[in-house]
């Protein structure tokens, strides 16, 4: 199915990702703004705070604690009591840039670790995958990724599916009560997949950024349904609504080279679809 009828909700911004729908609300982060928001189903909008660094990604701790990535300082930040202060420092298990999070109902934190200098450059087969489990213990729980962009865990914990940019796909593992993570499958083909969100079908929405539009893919990697942003690069989604069967589409008018150079116009526009969300975001 083509999903045509999109409602403008945020207008202005540089460029927006990690949007979680907590507590009738779309919060996210303007990345080149620093800047943590949020937005009411009624395009009411809201500074919460300013991030000391360049986020990547959110998350909410069952306290309902925000989480942020600070992608070149390598720290989890937070956001608790008015202030933004530093949760979790990963210097010493990461192998480069950090990029998007999510935190599922246990209060574990998955982080996406690119393997690589987004600055500098590197190989783009190193990416892993950072656990930050409740008590703050940190470490590496899946290597060998291209490019890890936007993940996401179920509602019960047990699977989490994430995005490979620059391998053009998503990978799915089934999470081990060790909290190991377990590969079970390489699936869909899309030019530079980004941020995904989960439905109650098991289906994946993924930001697709080259090809200006958001798909629906089923587990075995056939496409199901799309909404295209024709000349804007669709950068996240995330389900919400009093029923989760609003699709909220962060996209951007940039590219690679402009994102560098801090320009970028950003939007997010939302979508009744027919499946519900699921599990995180």
């Not at 670790?113 to 930050?132: A, C, E, P, R, T």
């Not at 941020?195 to 289906?203: H, K, Q, R, V, Y």
Request: overall charge negative.
């Amino acid at each position: 199915m083509e999903y045509v009828e999109l409602r403008p909700l945020v207008m202005e911004g540089k460029y927006f990702e990690g949007p979680r729908w907590y507590e009738d609300k779309l919060w996210f982060v303007d990345s080149l703004a620093m800047k943590l928001l949020r937005v009411s189903l009624d395009g009411e909008r809201e500074a919460v705070c300013d991030i000391p660094g360049v986020a990547g990604g959110i998350g909410f701790l069952p306290n309902g604690d925000v989480v942020i990535t600070s992608m070149f300082d390598h720290k989890l930040l937070t956001f608790a009591n008015g202030k933004v202060s530093t949760l979790c420092d990963l210097s010493k298990v990461v192998a480069g840039t950090i990029d998007d999070m999510i935190i599922d109902g246990f209060g574990r934190v998955f982080v996406g670790d690119l393997g690589f200098d987004l600055m500098k450059g590197g190989s783009h087969d190193n990416g892993q995958i950072i656990l930050v489990t409740p008590n703050g213990d940190a470490q590496a729980v899946t290597r060998g990724l291209h490019f890890p962009n936007g993940i996401a865990v179920s509602q019960l914990g047990g699977r989490l599916v994430v995005a490979e940019s620059d391998g053009n796909r998503l990978a799915e593992y089934e999470i081990g009560s060790d909290n190991a993570l377990d590969l079970k499958q390489r699936f869909g083909s899309f030019t530079e997949p980004d941020g995904i969100c989960l439905d109650t079908e098991d289906a994946v929405w993924t930001s697709v950024f080259q090809e200006d539009a958001f798909v629906r893919v089923e587990a075995k990697g056939r496409i199901l349904d799309r909404v295209s942003v024709k000349g804007r690069r669709a950068v996240a989604c995330a389900l919400g609504g009093d029923d989760r069967k609003t699709l909220f589409c962060v996209s951007a008018i940039t590219t690679h080279k402009d994102l560098m150079r801090g320009k970028s116009s950003a939007r997010i526009d939302s979508v009744h679809v027919e499946i519900p969300g699921a599990g995180f975001p």
